[in-house]
């Protein structure tokens, strides 16, 4: 019976823990931008012909739009927001361009439950707002950054590469830091978390 109570806990504890199949995904995302970072200009490019179509076509997506990330609506505003979109994603095309690879990030398993559950929080309050990062790390006495993001694993990513109306580009300047080794990565509903630490 006790070896049954231990199996049970271990496997519980192991289920708790373990990333699953989409967000090991994203973090191989991460991995191959900072180990290739020229791996991700044709996802760009494809973003910027996308961005260009729904431009020329007055905001309506056609059967061929595949990025969620890029919003369908035919207001003015839109042709506008998308010439910004693209004059950064042109930007970000030079900037993968000059980067020179980096570290692979290890997978860090205490990170990881804490990441999982602010994931999980964001997504059942509705909000997509940095909590205090510091405060929630501190138990593992480590200093963390921190990306939000909302979509699919790749809407999430490259919102987070193109970085958008960020000061500095933060978060892209999060993915491609040279000096962070390790990395957890949650998702719950739409809603990614990525944190980094040395």
């Known amino acids: 019976m006790k070896n049954l109570l231990i ?8 289920t708790a823990t373990a ?9 191989n995302l991460v991995n191959q931008v900072r180990t290739n970072p020229k791996s991700f200009i044709p996802v760009i490019e494809d973003y910027i012909k996308q961005l260009d179509t729904l431009k020329k076509t007055n905001g309506l997506c056609g059967k061929n739009f ?5 919003k369908c609506t ?15 994603a042109k930007k970000l095309i030079k ?9 692979k990030l290890i997978l860090n398993t205490d990170m990881y439950i804490i990441t999982k559950n602010y994931a999980k929080y964001l997504y059942t309050t509705h909000k997509l707002e940095h909590g205090n990062v ?12 921190e990306n939000l993001a909302d979509g699919n694993m790749l809407e ?8 958008y109306g960020v000061a500095g580009y933060g978060h892209r300047v999060n993915i491609l830091d040279p000096t962070v080794t390790k990395v957890s990565v949650a998702t719950a509903g739409d809603i990614w978390v990525q944190n980094f630490s040395e």
């Open 95 to 103: 900037v993968l361009n000059k980067t020179k690879p980096v570290c």
């Open 66 to 70: 595949t990025m969620k990330v890029i």
């Open 156 to 163: 999430a990513m490259i919102n987070l590469m193109v970085d």
């Open 19 to 27: 990333q699953t199949a989409e967000e090991l995904e994203m973090v």
């Open 7 to 14: 199996l049970l806990v271990t496997l519980f504890s192991f």
């Open 74 to 88: 035919s207001s003015a505003n839109t042709s506008g927001l998308n010439d910004r979109l693209i004059i950064e």
């Open 134 to 145: 510091t405060k929630r790390f501190k138990a593992l006495n480590i200093l963390v950054s």
